[in-house]
């Protein structure tokens, strides 16, 4: 993938290219490096996880993985669903997807990885009048409407319950940085 200038392909194209790219790295990082308790265990001495490494050279530039992830895919789609697509290995993480994006495909694909997150413990979990969320809705709040309101509004979107369409109680969040082994 690193042979081909994404520049060329349309914009759908380029969405899938880049959350496939980003998907595989962090898959053939954790490949490269297992047995590993975390990804977080990987990277420099005193960095946490290997985002910040160079990772692949694409048209010529050198990229990491945060480079992808925050310099071209979330500011040029300004999806939010970009966060269920790209996997950083973890189980906190929205679950990596069985099939590779497409141009065809990916408006499905982010669509079940939104349902399937929000709607596992991982995702949102009520307990009573607090609300336990990824801290991936804390993390990028800004991406999902950028407070309380906007964050419970996308959620609900993707909910397959109402049990939170009234919810104005205590927000907890909660990140499981151990490896997915699966």
């Known amino acids: 993938m690193a042979d081909v200038d994404p520049r060329s392909y349309s914009k759908a194209e380029q969405y899938a290219y880049w959350v496939n790219i980003y998907n595989a790295i962090t898959v053939d990082l954790i490949l490269d490096n297992y047995p590993v308790k975390s990804i977080t265990k990987l990277g420099g001495l005193f ?9 692949i050279t694409i048209a010529g530039q050198n990229l990491t993985l945060n480079d992808i992830e925050h310099r071209i895919l979330r500011p040029i789609w300004n999806d939010p669903r970009t966060h269920y697509a790209v996997n950083c290995a973890s189980l906190g993480c929205p679950n990596l997807q069985p099939d590779a994006f497409t ?7 982010l669509e079940q990885a939104a349902t399937q997150f929000v709607n596992s413990q991982k995702g949102a979990t009520l307990k009573g009048e607090k609300l336990q969320l990824s801290s991936i809705y804390e993390w990028f709040a800004d991406d999902f409407g950028g407070n309380k309101k906007g964050v419970i509004e996308h959620i609900n979107r993707y909910r397959q319950s109402d049990d939170l369409n009234a919810f104005d109680g ?13």
């Open 47 to 55: 960095s946490f996880g290997p985002w910040g490494d160079k990772v």
């Open 103 to 109: 141009a065809d495909n990916t408006e499905s694909l």
């Open 170 to 182: 205590k927000i907890e969040y909660e990140y499981d940085w151990a490896l997915n082994k699966a």
